[in-house]
């Protein structure tokens, strides 16, 4: 109203192929066909209108005048658009500092609104090759915001994440910065917001519209890798290697998790009748308890478990049944170091608490997983430089011995995955250690080597080929039983759309896809040591490996309430699916309610 000349419209039909046409009274026409979302937006033509306004302004006032004017054309013909990005500073488990984002969205159409919020993890132990983070807090939050800027800028609807990520790869190319916090804190949140808009779970919105190539065909969903003893960096005590994991198998994902509550009691009690530290009913942080939640036994070390054999025959008639499949004269004999010992008392504690200890996956068993880390296990010079030999039980062992060790547990226990098992830069130690492994049925899982990108796979795969262990197609042969550990803050973006290196970054979702395509043959995706608070509730990292159905979730111990709400999530997604599917009664789905309670 403010300015002389006539206003076109213009017609926009979304679709695939694009081609510009006048119709009748001159009106320009922007076809894309096919239509997937049939509807017809119409939005002012720029170009008229901004002429016929120009007169009235100077040339710098004009062209701020139509930058925002362009602006507003973007964000009014897009259907669902951000409108609100907000994000602070939040603290994690061992109070560190991260950011949380919370996105919320608006469908131009029907009105509805849909909010989402994603709080970026961080690592106690980290990869060297993992993707680039800000350092700050205040340089966070500023990426985070130029993000959004630039989004609202180029017109980019919420739901399309493929574009969002493309952006923010494009901005980098243009010099800009951005952390990992800031790229995976944005699109992760928008994720959620897109779902809620939509009325369903993140998992069910990736499924569906993100990655409907990836989801699991029989409705598979992850099994539990809970963390019940932890050592190396994530507690101050004398295990070398930093996680001691059980595999619960229930006849549901609740009865899973009470399956390991189960057992993490009775191992709290093996611990305490052996006069270890250790309290089955301390599920509190930085007490009794390591980083993840399980037993971090301080007083474990080479010259107390001396002290356990030799008074053994004392510890056993004070303790009653509680050690009933805790064989200490064997282990005494054998003289047993504190690693194989924690794995015996697993081992022990399963089977007090009425469950199989085998690698049979049958509904009733319990089987061991294992993360070295060994990164953290490394000796160093005074020059800073690995001297390839490891820390273990107070001595010096090499590549060779490491694996020789872990071998020999696998033949005695249900050892089912050994994860980091060598130095990330070891490649020639990896080999080898794939190739002793072949036939044993354990999985070795890379997690440093790899830090879910693509192109470390492709570094991967290029050393096994020098060995003879790819088939004629370039895939892993069977035989070499290997497993890769998504984390998606090693990554930075849920999805980028890009699914080969040379055409753009991979995300995420793309990782899994190229790792499965070239015989990886399982999927582990892991929670990081410092996650967001319960207050926080932020376990969108169960319907992200929901959504492809992951073979693993890594996701620490369930007495601990910050990684509890991984486990609640995924039996909220198992009686959601059953709810569609048919697969749990409604008596069955009361009785996990009841569980929870």
């Known amino acids: 109203s403010k300015f002389p000349g006539s206003v076109p419209n213009v017609k926009v039909v979304i ?10 009274r001159g009106r320009y026409i922007l076809k894309i066909s096919p239509v997937p979302d049939p509807q017809l937006i119409s939005f002012v033509l720029t170009e008229q209108f901004l002429q016929s306004a120009r007169p009235t302004m100077g040339r710098e006032q004009f ?22 990005v907000e994000r602070e500073v939040v603290k994690t488990i061992g109070d560190k500092d991260t950011i949380r984002v919370d996105i919320e969205v608006t469908d131009s159409q029907t009105g509805r609104i849909g909010q989402g919020h994603y709080v970026v993890p961080a690592g106690t132990s980290a990869g060297a090759f993992e993707r680039p983070v800000a350092k700050t807090m205040e340089e966070i939050k500023a990426q985070i915001d130029l993000i959004h800027q630039r989004i609202i800028k180029e017109g980019i609807a919420a739901d399309d994440l493929v574009a969002v990520a493309q952006l923010m790869l494009k901005m980098e190319k243009e010099g800009v910065f951005l952390g990992a916090q800031a790229t995976l804190g944005y699109q992760m949140a928008l994720a959620q917001a897109v779902a809620d808009s939509k009325g369903k779970g ?3 919105f990736i499924r569906e519209d993100l990655a409907p190539d990836l989801a699991p065909k029989n409705g598979f969903l992850p099994v539990p890798h809970s963390n019940i003893t932890n050592g190396g960096e994530h507690a101050t005590n004398s295990l070398d ?8 198998y229930g006849a549901s994902k609740a009865e899973s998790r009470q399956m390991t509550l189960n057992v993490d009691r009775k191992l709290g009690e093996i611990y305490q009748a052996l006069g ?21 036994i301080e007083n474990l070390t080479t010259e107390k478990l001396g002290q356990i054999y030799a008074n053994r025959k004392e510890i056993k008639q004070a303790a009653g049944d509680i050690l009933n499949n805790l064989d200490l004269d064997r282990l005494a004999q054998n003289n047993v170091g504190v690693h194989r010992f924690v794995l015996e008392a ?36 005074k020059k800073d430089k690995w001297t390839g030999y490891y820390h273990y039980e107070g001595r010096q062992i090499t590549s060779k011995e490491l694996t020789k060790i872990l071998l020999e547990w696998s033949k005695d226990l249900p050892i089912l995955s050994i994860e980091d098992g060598q130095h990330e830069q070891a490649w020639d130690a990896w080999l080898d250690m794939v190739e002793t492994f072949a036939g044993t049925g354990v999985t070795m899982i890379l997690d440093d080597p790899l830090v879910t990108q693509a192109g470390r796979i492709d570094l991967f795969l290029a050393k096994m ?10 895939k892993i042969k069977p035989q070499y039983k290997i497993g890769i550990l998504i984390k ?16 753009g970054y991979m995300g995420t979702l793309e990782v899994v896809r190229y790792a499965r395509k070239v015989g990886f043959q399982v999927i582990d995706v892991s929670h990081r040591s410092k996650e967001a608070l319960p207050k926080d509730e932020n376990p969108h990292l169960v319907d992200v490996a929901a959504a492809f159905g992951a073979d693993n979730l890594k996701i620490g111990d369930p007495v601990q309430g910050t990684r509890d709400v991984f486990y609640k999530r995924l039996v909220e997604i198992e009686q959601a699916d059953a709810a569609m599917t048919g697969g749990l009664g409604s008596e069955t789905i009361e009785v996990l309610t009841v569980m929870f309670a």
Not at 15 to 24: R, S, V, Y
Not at 488 to 503: E, P, R, S, V
């Open 63 to 84: 062209k701020r005048f139509r930058e925002q004017f362009e602006d507003g054309l973007r964000t009014e013909y897009v259907k669902l658009r951000v409108v609100k």
């Open 276 to 296: 270890l530290a250790a309290d089955p009913d301390d599920h509190g942080i930085g007490g009794l308890r390591g980083l993840e939640g399980g037993y971090k």
């Open 465 to 474: 080929k020098n060995l003879g262990m790819l088939d004629e197609t370039g």
């Open 241 to 248: 290697m930093q996680e001691f994991m059980v595999e619960a």
């Open 488 to 503: 998606l803050n090693q990554n930075g973006f849920l999805t980028t759309g890009f699914n080969d290196t040379k055409d």
């Open 346 to 381: 697993m081992g022990a504690a399963i089977l007090s608490a009425g469950y199989k200890f085998d690698k049979s996956r049958e509904i009733g068993s319990v089987a061991i997983a294992l993360d070295l880390a060994s990164n953290e296990m490394r000796i160093f010079d």
């Open 202 to 204: 993140l998992y069910q």
């Open 15 to 24: 679709g695939e192929k694009t081609e510009l046409q006048k119709d009748e």
